[in-house]
């Protein structure tokens, strides 16, 4: 009996100097990496009752979770996540790096019964030894669980696990269906420094997006049906500074950054139209990065004259009939008209700087660097050589309506350098088509003195002047296009007399096929380049 009360005290004594503690059961700590770290709780508390929390005059604070080893965060990007369910009105999160040493604390905000991950941004060499909760509330309860670490949110997350936020943005409701938001006081205060991002990915076509700022003006964007599942709006997409956002539709994520110095602005070509110019961050243009297709640069001008600057010799060089291939000087195309937009694919950029060599202007110098510093061309012992990419310009000096079915017409050709199976399905179409379409087709380029004998070009360029309305307007496309060949020339009258005779819904029957390729090859169908088309309010 003696031994026994002598090994009862000891056993009092070490648990007494332990804390009181033991191991947490009810789920371990789950690293990004996989890793699983079991919990120890101090003071102990019944299995029964451990994941609980429920705060009373006398009990402010939840037993010191602490890992059985501590880890240190190695990377950028990682944040301690911990999942709950509360209606405790005020929750304090406390992250510590060792025994006695605070990390980190956040309010942990009450979940209206839906469990939600907080997750708390953790710079890299951060030590995590352990966390505990607390509270001045005498009332609800907050329900553990799960704890790890994961790669960061700046906004929120809704996945199989449900929501994870940083506090940054209030989500004030999500279900399957719609998802609205609000952007704190410090997020927008953050948003306030450079050029702010908002990107929204996982989100279901055929919605609506609506943004308000604190006076209660809107911006509403209405979802293509054949949008992309990313989009982004940067500073200048919005003409103020958003704090409410209501989305219709589904949603994967929410977050908010900034576009690097110099990087261009994750846009989609639909916002591009109607870009706040005030934004700019040059005033004679701004660069943009199409959200579905990345490697498309677009660039939007505020002139015809400074986009001549940019692109006129490039025209030449590239496509027009007699001067392709050569390099000529800016004197000599004076009395010469460009286009009014335009497009390159990273071979022929490339070669247009390998030949020009040192003798470019200033504004050419400054478009091979945007294409350097963004890979669509890159050095080489000749030169230049083609990188990943092309390049797609447009004026704010053509109407809007121009500027829609412009812009249309040359996100086309960037779809065209970008996807190998539309090319390759257009290439095939090309080759089906009967004698007399193809001349009335290169009649038609001829006539707009594009260089017909480049065989690429004149494919490219049958795909793009189809595409670039919707399938009702093909009809009437065709029929504008072989009235003016009759007042060209003799030899483009009989060509139209022809066309209209043998195969009288050629365009039809060629854009079906198109539209068929190009959206089976992951592009938008014909007449729909964006993803996002701005809305009435």
Not at 36 to 42: A, E, L, P, V
Not at 358 to 387: C, H, M, Q, W, Y
Not at 496 to 507: E, N, V
């Amino acid at each position: 009996m003696k031994h026994a009360l002598y090994a009862f005290l000891l056993l009092c004594v070490v648990a007494l100097a332990a804390g009181c503690s033991g191991r947490f059961e009810t789920f371990a700590f789950q690293t990004a990496e996989g890793a699983r770290i079991d919990i120890w709780q101090s003071p102990r508390v019944a299995a029964d009752r451990e994941a609980l929390f429920q705060p009373r005059a006398d009990h402010a604070a939840s037993p010191v979770y602490h890992l059985a080893r501590a880890i240190t965060v190695e990377t950028n990007g990682v944040s301690f996540g911990l999942s709950y369910t509360s209606d405790v009105p005020r929750t304090t999160l406390t992250l510590l790096s060792d025994k006695n040493t605070t990390l980190a604390t956040t309010a942990l905000p009450a979940t209206a019964g839906n469990p939600v991950r907080y997750l708390v941004p953790l710079a890299r060499g951060s030590r995590i030894w352990g966390y505990r909760l607390s509270s001045d509330a005498t009332q609800g309860t907050l329900t553990l669980r799960a704890a790890g670490t994961a790669p960061s949110v700046h906004g929120f997350l809704i996945d199989e696990n449900g929501l994870s936020v940083d506090g940054s943005v209030e989500v004030l409701s999500a279900g399957t269906d719609a998802v609205t938001a609000r952007l704190t006081e410090a997020t927008q205060a953050e948003m306030g420094q450079g050029t702010w991002l908002i990107s929204l990915d996982g989100v279901a076509p055929g919605g609506r997006i609506v943004f308000k700022d604190a006076g209660g003006a809107t911006a509403a964007f209405d979802l293509s049906a054949f949008g992309g599942p990313r989009l982004d709006f940067a500073r200048g997409s919005i003409p103020f500074l958003p704090r409410d956002v209501a989305l219709q539709g589904k949603l994967g994520s929410f977050r908010v950054s900034h576009v690097p110095a110099g990087a261009p602005l994750p846009a989609d070509p639909g916002t591009v139209l109607t870009w706040d110019r005030s934004a700019w961050r040059t005033p004679d243009y701004e660069i943009f990065s199409w959200t579905r297709f990345p490697q498309v640069l677009i660039v939007d001008f505020s002139t015809y004259d400074v986009q001549d600057a940019f692109f006129k010799r490039l025209a030449f060089f590239v496509e027009k009939a007699g001067h392709a291939g050569k390099l000529e000087s800016e004197a000599s195309l004076s009395a010469f008209h460009a286009y009014n937009a335009h497009d390159y694919r990273a071979e022929d950029l490339a070669r247009f700087f390998t030949q020009a060599g040192k003798s470019v202007s200033v504004e050419e110098n400054t478009l091979s660097r945007i294409l350097l510093d963004n890979g669509v061309i890159k050095k080489s012992d000749a030169g230049f050589a083609p990188g990943d990419g092309s390049v797609l310009s447009i004026s704010r000096s053509s109407s809007p309506l121009l500027r829609s079915l412009l812009l249309t017409h040359e996100s086309f050709h960037g779809i065209y350098f970008s996807l190998p199976g539309f090319r390759d399905a257009t290439e095939k179409e090309w080759t089906s088509l009967s004698p007399i379409e193809q001349d009335v087709w290169t009649e038609y380029l001829s006539h707009n003195n594009y260089d017909t004998t480049d065989h690429y070009l004149v494919v490219n360029e049958f795909q793009s002047y189809l595409m670039q309305q919707a399938r009702s307007g093909v009809m009437g496309f065709q029929d504008i296009t072989l009235s003016r060949m009759r007042s060209w020339s003799a030899h483009g009258a009989s060509l139209a007399r022809q066309l209209a005779a043998t195969h009288p819904t050629s365009f039809l029957r060629a854009f079906d096929v198109l539209d068929a390729a190009v959206r089976g090859a992951g592009g938008p169908p014909g007449g729909q380049s964006f993803g996002v088309l701005e809305a009435a309010p």
